[in-house]
C-alpha cells in the first residue's frame, strides 16, 4: 500500500538510488517524487532497505529519492561512516565498493556546489577519506571506478570524474612514495572547480562561443575557488597549488598566472589531465561528448603537447591495464 504522507514543498536533498546499496536501514525518512511534483514517503526512519524498497523505486522509473533537507546532513554522516566501514569490509566485492563510493561522491559533491558552505565542504572531505582508501589499496575497485564515471556537464559530476580520475593517476604516478599526501591531495582534485559555483549558469553553460568578458568571468573561478576554500578552513598546499595552477600551461598561455614549465607543480598538471579527458567525454552544450579511445587520440595528438608526457603515459594505463 502506498505511504499516506505527500509533502508539497520543495524542502528536500536529492540522493542517488545506488546510496540504498550498502544502507541496512533508512537513516531517515525518505521519499520518492510523483508525476504531480509531490513529495511521497517512500520508506520510514528505521525501516529495512531491502530488495522491495529497490524494486519500488524502479517501478516508479526513478534513479533517485529525496531526504528532507533538515535531515540531509544526518543522512549525509550516516553514509559516510557505513561508507568506511564497507570500504574496509574483505567480505565486500570492488564492484559494490566502486558504486558506493562514486554514488556517494556525486551526492555530496552536487551538496557542495549548490551550497558552498563549511558543513557541506566538509563532508566532502569526509568523504574522499574512503575513496582515496579506496583507490590505494584496491586496483580492481579502481579499474570500476573509471568504467562507473558519469558523462554529464553538470559541474559537480565534472569535479567528481576529475578527482577519481586524479587520484588514481596521482596514485599510479607517485606509486609507494609516501611524501605525497594521497587524502590531501584528493581534496584538492575534488575540490578543484569549487569556484564556478560563483560563475552564472548563463555562462558556465553557454552553448556558443564566449566573448572576451564571458571568458574572463570563467576564468575568475580559479581565484573564486581559492577564496572559498580559504573561508571555509579548508585551504592546504595541496589544494592550494591544485586549485590555481590546474589551467596553467607550459607555453605560458594558461591562466591566472601565465606560469610556464617547470614553474607548473606536478600536483596541477595530474589534475588538468584529469581536466581535459573528463572534459572531452563529456556531454557539454558546446561539444558532443567523445568516446574513451577518441579523446585520448585527442589528448595524444593535441591537447597534451605541453603536459608531461611520462603523465600522460601513466594515465593510458587507466584505461588499458
Request: contains cysteine.
Amino acid at each position: 500500500m502506498e505511504p499516506a504522507e505527500n509533502i508539497s514543498d520543495d524542502g528536500f536533498f536529492t540522493v542517488s538510488i545506488d546510496s540504498l546499496l550498502f544502507l541496512d536501514k533508512a537513516p531517515c525518512d525518505l521519499f520518492r517524487r510523483n508525476r504531480s511534483g509531490e513529495y511521497v514517503l517512500l520508506t520510514a526512519r528505521h525501516n529495512p532497505l531491502g530488495r522491495q524498497v529497490m524494486d519500488r523505486l524502479q517501478v516508479y522509473g526513478t534513479e533517485e529519492f529525496f531526504v528532507r533537507n533538515e535531515e540531509s546532513m544526518f543522512f549525509s554522516r550516516v553514509v559516510c561512516a557505513r561508507l568506511d566501514e564497507l570500504v574496509n569490509d574483505p567480505n565486500t566485492t570492488s564492484v559494490v565498493k566502486a558504486k558506493a563510493i562514486q554514488a556517494t561522491c556525486r551526492d555530496t559533491m552536487r551538496r557542495a556546489f549548490e551550497d558552498p558552505r563549511g558543513p557541506f565542504i566538509k563532508q566532502v572531505c569526509d568523504v574522499i577519506v574512503p575513496t582515496v582508501d579506496l583507490i590505494v589499496r584496491d586496483d580492481q575497485a579502481t579499474k570500476f571506478l573509471v568504467r562507473l564515471t558519469a558523462f554529464d556537464h553538470a559541474t559537480y559530476i565534472h569535479s567528481t570524474n576529475v578527482g577519481i580520475f586524479a587520484v588514481a593517476l596521482a596514485r599510479l604516478f607517485f606509486g609507494l612514495d609516501r611524501s605525497h599526501d594521497m587524502h590531501k591531495l584528493g581534496t584538492g582534485f575534488f575540490l578543484h572547480d569549487l569556484g564556478k559555483c560563483r560563475i552564472p549558469l548563463e555562462i558556465l553553460n553557454k552553448p556558443g562561443p564566449l566573448t572576451p568578458e564571458e571568458r574572463q568571468v570563467i576564468n575568475g573561478h580559479v581565484e573564486e575557488g581559492y577564496s572559498l576554500l580559504g573561508e571555509n578552513g579548508i585551504i592546504t598546499d595541496e589544494a592550494r597549488t591544485i586549485t590555481l595552477e590546474h589551467h596553467e600551461k607550459d607555453d605560458g598561455q594558461g591562466y591566472p598566472r601565465g606560469k610556464m614549465g617547470s614553474d607548473i607543480h606536478p600536483y596541477a598538471r595530474i589534475c588538468r589531465i584529469a581536466d581535459i579527458y573528463e572534459a572531452l567525454t563529456a556531454e557539454r552544450p558546446y561539444h558532443r561528448k567523445r568516446s574513451t579511445f577518441e579523446a585520448l587520440k585527442i589528448m595524444k595528438d593535441q591537447e597534451v603537447t605541453d603536459v608531461d608526457q611520462d603523465l600522460f603515459t601513466h594515465f593510458l594505463r587507466l584505461f588499458t591495464a
